[in-house]
């Protein structure tokens, strides 16, 4: 991707802090403090954001074309991505509830994923490498690519290339899910 802009080394904890914002690289930023501010990247189009901290509540809504690289969501960033298309996540460490929902042509690579609830009517999801997904989610999911582990999907099925391991303990809630490998017996 190509960008105009570049935003660096700042922190922002107001809401909507950097809304409406296109063809930018937001780098090494912190998205936390005081204000506590809500949807710091809502209904961005065309971003890169590498580096960055978060702990805000929904930071990336309605975003198109984004990147997430090198990145960290703590547990008090809730429902950090939903409604957006066109996602890379790369090299992430993320936590916090309902991570992706509603989201399309979403990639995500060599990434922890800690999230109670991930990846709700989520479409067309290339995940590799990726660890401990679909905790406690209702999800309906056909992977592509590799799949380091899965956590105690609540409900529904998840249809994957490779996994892993198959994570079903210390559950705090029935968990019913079915993870399918493709091509198993082939």
């Given at each position: 991707?190509?960008?105009?802009?570049?935003?660096?080394?700042?922190?922002?904890?107001?809401?909507?802090?950097?809304?409406?914002?296109?063809?930018?690289?937001?780098?090494?930023?912190?998205?936390?403090?005081?204000?506590?501010?809500?949807?710091?990247?809502?209904?961005?189009?065309?971003?890169?954001?590498k580096d960055c901290a978060f702990s805000l509540r929904y930071p990336l809504w309605h975003a198109k074309k984004y990147e997430?690289?090198?990145?960290?969501?703590?547990?008090?960033?809730?429902?950090?991505?939903?409604?957006?298309?066109?996602?890379?996540?790369?090299?992430?460490?993320?936590?916090?509830?309902?991570?992706?929902?509603?989201?399309?042509?979403?990639?995500?690579?060599?990434?922890?994923?800690?999230?109670?609830?991930?990846?709700?009517?989520?479409?067309?999801?290339?995940?590799?490498?990726?660890?401990?997904?679909?905790?406690?989610?209702?999800?309906?999911?056909?992977?592509?690519?590799?799949?380091?582990?899965?956590?105690?999907?609540?409900?529904?099925?998840?249809?994957?290339?490779?996994?892993?391991?198959?994570?079903?303990?210390?559950?705090?809630?029935?968990?019913?899910?079915?993870?399918?490998?493709?091509?198993?017996?082939?």
């Open positions: 991707m190509e960008y105009k802009n570049v935003i660096e080394n700042k922190t922002f904890d107001e809401e909507r802090a950097l809304y409406n914002l296109k063809d930018t690289e937001v780098i090494n930023c912190t998205f936390a403090g005081k204000q506590d501010g809500e949807s710091v990247l809502k209904e961005t189009r065309n971003i890169s954001v997430l690289i090198h990145s960290t969501f703590d547990e008090k960033t809730r429902a950090p991505i939903w409604y957006s298309d066109d996602g890379l996540i790369e090299n992430c460490d993320l936590k916090g509830i309902k991570l992706l929902r509603e989201c399309n042509h979403t990639e995500i690579k060599n990434s922890n994923i800690d999230s109670p609830e991930f990846g709700w009517k989520c479409n067309d999801i290339c995940m590799e490498d990726t660890d401990l997904a679909f905790e406690y989610s209702e999800v309906e999911a056909d992977i592509k690519g590799n799949v380091v582990s899965i956590k105690n999907p609540k409900s529904g099925n998840i249809i994957v290339d490779s996994v892993g391991e198959i994570i079903n303990e210390d559950s705090i809630m029935e968990v019913k899910g079915k993870v399918v490998i493709r091509n198993k017996n082939e």
